[in-house]
């Protein structure tokens, strides 16, 4: 160990003419750990996300769910509504119907009067 904290790395090859590479043992722990921050720091990110993506597919999923709901009312109201029109319809027919029937009754009658 040096006098300012460093360490020497010797050859393996006993070559003790070169020092080497010398490096500081607290920079590369502070190294690590700004790794160590960064990987944390998205992953925290990541959690986020993914929590935000379950907030929004949850939020969907309500939203699927009532839009369900409103399709059979719509459904039922439609139906509702249908048969409504479908006896008013009828009614109308009957209506014609029974004025015609009258009608023509009204002209066999004013035919065989006048015949006779």
Known sequence: VTALG???YNSPFGDDTNQGYTYNGQDR???QQ???NEVVGIMKDSVARVLERDQRLSDLDTRADQ???HSREFESISRNIQRKYFWRNMKMWGIIGGV???LIIVI???ATASKS
Do not use: D, N, R, T
Request: glycine fraction near 0%.
């Open 100 to 102: 015609v029937v009258v």
């Open 108 to 110: 066999i009658i004013w």
């Open 67 to 69: 839009l369900q709901v």
């Open 34 to 36: 700004a790794e160590v």
């Open 6 to 8: 460093k360490m020497a």
């Open 29 to 31: 722990i502070q190294q």
